[in-house]
């Protein structure tokens, strides 16, 4: 027994208790290790990647060469085409055929018939057996010549295939190549077919040249970042969208790699999120590209081509990665590298070529000669008497020796050979005048062919010149050259979702549906919390958020932004010293607690608001009876502080105990000027740059609204106001600018004209007479307007000719409801409202922007008789650097930099 266990494998042997089995390492030889190797060589070689030399992949340049064995002039069927490639090609005809359809949808080497399907639509081509294809004309001019072409034996022995195609233009970068291979891959993006030929002149001229993509699906694209198709350049490309009216957009060009089902099914899903809001979309794509989107009414149609670059395919990020094979292994060149290579490779063949032809121009110079030597000297009469073979050689041979001095090279008996295969009617038919023509027609052939050779760059540019004008017809660019602006999603998002907080116990959340509702929001966006201990936080849209109790303030937050100003007062722990300070929040750290305190416990808030322009409020502070103080209530004024950074101390508001802060008054912009603009379509102002630019507003500027009934009024530009469609006047107001009127007055039937100014901005006025027949014929704020009367003509008398009115002369400025001058006693049939007068406005007063106090980094300025006075102490900050507002970085309490989101 023992000694049958001796002889079992030492795997099998039993292992002794207090011994742990041993691990053993089987190393793999042979043709293991390299199996992989050749496969993933094979796969990048043979595949995936093209060749620089012709631009093409193995299955593609085989299509292209059987196509060429096929070519007749007329079609030939796919099929045909595809089973005559398996010859060279051992794949399959799936991958032939799918390779062809991909080649004649570029449209340039491939002169097709029938069904190939859309680059549009993403349709599929017919069946191989119902498609024809034959070579383009194009394709026959730079692409075959088998004199040139090295060759090698297909996969079989069979057949010889090319090693490469001898194409004399830079096809890769004209059709561009895609493929993913073994750990490796290549993105070579379309280029221009008339662009590519221009650069290669340029080159060629020793000229700079930069080449960009161009998409058959054209659209507008961004190539700021092409990095020349190297790894890490990225092209955005963007949908043709345009307005047809005020509820449709219509897409005409999609981005390159989309198609419009999978554009729509793009816009579908972003509605169904929430993210765009639209009605319904038509497609009625065909040879081109239409697209319609109807949207509703009241949603902006600028906003929404945002909302679509933003949130669907209509914009697509393209990373470029050029690699091709060179000399058997892969290479990571940029496309102008590319430009570089083939164009010096069409020089070498084109070089090729002509030293071919003035090859075979000199053979047949050569042969011609010895042919009129032969017959003019009637040296075939020398063979007559010759018996044997090598005597007529001998023969031969002899009578040309007087005759052949001026020949290139010595004649050889292979060029006797031929001189006795000429037969006896073309002698007898022999004429030396013609064969001397010929001779000088060669001669002359030979002498350009040698003079390309000598000027061979020259020649190589009338070639891609000759391509140009021959085949660039209909090949202009087709993708819009542009530069983007970077689109915030939170701008243009469709907020459908609303957002509750319970201050209390410090939950936020779209599913908090029973608390208290706070704004509309979407879940990208992201919400800015404050609470009583002075915690601040920033998270992310969600349906239940805890952020900390006694919630203060919640609100949408808006990254870097800096016009929303933060004013607060607050109280450095229990029973210490308060302090004010005002302050911006631009970027923080998400989900991350700042405390806006000293962090001494029992700090807390005594006031707090959000002012979305930076408005300055004025406050009364009461304190609480202590002592001796005699001052109980004083003011505060917030304009009369500086915008720091959040992480600032402040200044000292009072050491004793405050009672109560009260709001006294509400206050108007410390910040600069912020352009507004209002939007005609969903008739809002915005400060988005969306429709027409109504001017730069402060804190105190108000919107001028005149309505067609007659009412006159002036308002804050706040974003959420919306205008009616009655309103004929929006601009911004000038107290000092009188408003000009002419009315029809329903009580007196009779026309007037009255100007005036806004006597009471902060309500609405009616300035015609309140009678039901009265109606505004025009009104104007123009400074000098002039109106034009026409009369009715009357029966029996002659037309009376127009009046032209200076209204600034006819009536003087008076009160908001003074009655106004009559117009005139004739029968009026129409009033009209010309160019007004010029007229020189007095500038206001110009404030360098050193001594404004809209600057956010203004010195401190106090009223002297205020309690508020004592202590300023903004030096004295938990962060020095946060002293200038956002304009550092703005750093936590260890002086890290705070990561921006």
């Given at each position: ?23 053993i390492?089987?190393k ?28 093409l ?25 595809v ?7 051992p794949?399959g005809d ?49 692409v075959y ?40 891959s ?42 020349d ?31 419009t ?46 909302a ?15 690699c ?52 003019e000297?009637r040296i ?49 038919k022999?004429?030396?005048d ?18 390309h050779l ?25 993708t ?30 779209t ?40 919630i ?20 450095d ?31 807390k ?68 000027p ?39 009024k ?53 300035f015609i ?10 009104v ?78 203004n ?9 508020f ?5 903004s ?10 507002g ?16």
């Amino acid at each position: 027994m023992s000694s049958e266990n001796e002889n079992e494998p030492l795997d099998n042997e039993l292992q002794p208790e207090n011994l742990e089995p041993q691990e053993i390492i089987t190393k793999i030889t042979g043709m293991y290790e390299d199996w992989f190797l050749d496969y993933a060589s094979y796969v990048i070689l043979e595949r995936a990647v093209p060749a620089i030399e012709d631009g093409l992949k193995p299955v593609q340049r085989r299509i292209l060469h059987s196509m060429k064995d096929l070519d007749d002039g007329r079609y030939n069927k796919v099929a045909n085409i595809v089973g005559h490639t398996m010859q060279y090609h051992p794949h399959g005809d799936a991958s032939i055929s799918d390779a062809m359809v991909q080649i004649g949808q570029k449209n340039l080497m491939i002169d097709m018939q029938g069904n190939w399907g859309n680059i549009l639509t993403g349709d599929r081509a017919a069946a191989a057996r119902y498609i024809e294809a034959r070579l383009s004309k194009f394709a026959l001019d730079v692409v075959y010549n088998p004199k040139i072409t090295e060759w090698q034996s297909s996969y079989d022995g069979r057949k010889r295939e090319p090693v490469n195609l001898p194409i004399k233009f830079p096809l890769l970068l004209a059709q561009g190549a895609e493929g993913i291979a073994v750990g490796l891959s290549t993105k070579i993006l379309p280029h221009n077919f008339i662009e590519l030929i221009e650069a290669s002149i340029k080159h060629l001229q020793g000229k700079r040249f930069k080449i960009l993509p161009d998409f058959p699906t054209g659209g507008i694209a961004d190539f700021t970042n092409y990095n020349d198709g190297l790894r890490g350049g990225k092209v955005r490309v963007r949908a043709r969208i345009s307005q047809r009216d005020k509820n449709t957009l219509v897409i005409n060009e999609i981005p390159f790699s989309t198609t419009t089902g999978t554009l729509i099914d793009s816009i579908l899903k972003a509605n169904d999120k929430g993210k765009i809001k639209i009605k319904k979309i038509e497609d009625n794509t065909a040879a081109e590209v239409e697209i319609l989107i109807h949207i509703p009414s009241g949603i902006s149609p600028d906003k929404t081509i945002d909302a679509l670059f933003a949130f669907t395919n209509c914009e697509i990020s393209i990373s470029p990665l050029g690699c091709v094979i060179e000399d058997n292994k892969p290479d990571f060149i940029g496309v102008s590298e590319m430009l570089r290579r083939s164009t010096d490779h069409t020089v070498e063949l084109l070089k090729s070529e002509l030293e071919i032809q003035l090859n075979e121009l000199q053979e047949q110079w050569h042969f011609a000669s010895l042919e009129r030597i032969f017959i003019e000297n009637r040296i075939y009469r020398d063979i007559e008497e010759e018996e044997t073979w090598e005597g007529v050689i001998a023969a031969i041979d002899k009578g040309l020796q007087p005759h052949i001095k001026h020949l290139k090279r010595a004649v050889t008996e292979e060029d006797i050979v031929r001189l006795t295969e000429i037969r006896i009617k073309r002698i007898s038919k022999f004429d030396i005048d013609k064969a001397q023509q010929k001779i000088d027609a060669l001669e002359a052939d030979i002498a350009q062919v040698k003079h390309h050779l000598e000027h061979l760059i020259e020649y190589a540019i009338d070639h891609f010149k000759r391509l140009r004008k021959t085949y660039g017809k209909d090949k202009e660019r087709k993708t819009e050259i542009s530069l983007f602006d970077d689109i915030e999603a939170t701008k243009v998002v469709i907020r459908n979702t609303k957002l509750y907080v319970n201050r209390t116990e410090g939950f936020v959340g779209t599913s908090l549906r029973r608390d208290e509702y706070v704004a509309d929001c979407s879940d990208i966006d992201d919400i800015i919390c404050f609470t009583r201990e002075g915690k601040m936080t920033v998270t992310k849209v969600d349906a239940k958020t805890f952020v900390g109790k006694d919630i203060i303030h919640v609100a949408i937050f808006k990254k870097k932004d800096k016009r929303t100003i933060y004013n607060m007062i607050y109280q450095d722990g229990r029973g210490g010293t308060t302090y004010v300070k005002r302050f911006a929040v631009s970027g923080v750290t998400r989900d991350r607690e700042y405390d806006l305190t000293q962090g001494k416990k029992g700090s807390k808030i005594h006031y707090f608001s959000a002012n979305p322009n930076g408005e300055a409020e004025i406050v009364t502070i009461h304190l609480r009876q202590s002592g001796s103080i005699k001052k109980l209530k004083f003011e505060l004024d917030f304009s009369e502080l500086d915008i720091k950074g959040r992480g600032v101390r402040g200044n000292v508001v009072t050491k004793y105990n405050i009672k109560r802060v009260e709001l006294k008054e509400q206050g108007i912009s410390t910040l600069k000027p912020r352009k507004i603009w209002f939007d005609d379509t969903v008739r809002r102002i915005n400060v988005d740059g969306r429709g027409d630019l109504l001017g730069e507003f402060r804190g105190k500027d108000r919107l001028l609204i005149i309505e067609q009934n007659g009412i006159a009024k002036t308002v804050f530009p706040e974003v959420t106001l919306h205008f009616s469609s009655d309103m004929v006047v929006l601009e911004k107001w000038n107290p000092k600018k009188p408003i000009s009127a002419i009315y029809w007055d329903g009580e007196k039937e009779k026309y007037y004209v009255k100007r005036f100014l806004i006597e009471h901005p902060e309500r609405e006025e009616h300035f015609i007479s309140e009678h039901p027949k009265s109606f505004l014929e025009i009104v104007s704020t123009d400074y000098r307007p002039v109106a034009e009367v026409v009369y009715n003509k009357l029966r029996g008398k002659d037309q009376k000719p127009n009046d032209e009115i200076n209204l600034e002369e006819f009536i003087a400025v008076k009160g908001i409801k003074a009655h106004g001058n009559r117009l005139t006693t004739e029968k009026v049939k129409q009033i009209n409202l010309l160019d007004p007068l010029p007229y020189e406005e007095e500038l206001p007063e110009v404030i360098p922007e050193e001594e404004s106090t809209t600057e956010l980094n203004n010195p401190l300025q106090l009223k002297k008789d205020s309690t508020f006075t004592e202590g300023n102490t903004s030096e004295n900050t938990k962060n020095p650097s946060d002293s200038d507002g956002d304009d550092t970085p703005e750093l936590d309490g260890n002086g890290e930099q705070i990561t921006l989101f």
